[in-house]
Nanobody, 126 residues
């Protein structure tokens, strides 16, 4: 069983930055690929970023490429999402996911293929 807790969300102005943290309780955290997803009001959950178990391979949605960076610290059982140059369209609840699928498949995995956190709200004001 894996428990995930996201933190770091909040209100920020357009162009600002936030760093999200996902703290995981898992015996074998380093064996999971990790991902960040988001869900805006009235929209479906969408993929944001993912990394392999080692963190060496990373994957991004086109909408965040060049602005967001995913990283992990297996010694601390944590994964991070550094978000820069934030836009109003980045406003959403951000969810962390831990999965046994390879990192390159995280973007298209089904909901039941991962453990999920409860999310943290990011609001970007214009």
């Amino acid at each position: 069983q894996v428990q995930l807790v996201e933190s770091g969300g909040g209100l920020v102005q357009t162009g600002g930055s936030l760093r999200l943290t996902c703290a995981a309780s898992a015996r074998s955290f380093s064996s999971y690929a990790m991902g960040w997803f988001r869900q805006a009001p009235g929209k479906e959950r969408e993929f944001v970023a993912a990394c392999s178990w080692s963190g060496e391979s990373t994957y991004y949605a086109d909408s965040v490429k060049g602005r967001f960076t995913i990283s992990r610290d297996n010694g601390k059982n944590a994964v991070y999402l550094q978000m820069n140059s934030l836009k109003p369209e980045d406003t959403a609840v951000y969810y962390c996911a831990a999965t046994g699928v390879p990192g390159y498949k995280v973007a298209t995995m089904s909901h039941d293929q991962a453990y999920w956190g409860k999310g943290t709200l990011v609001t970007v004001s214009s």
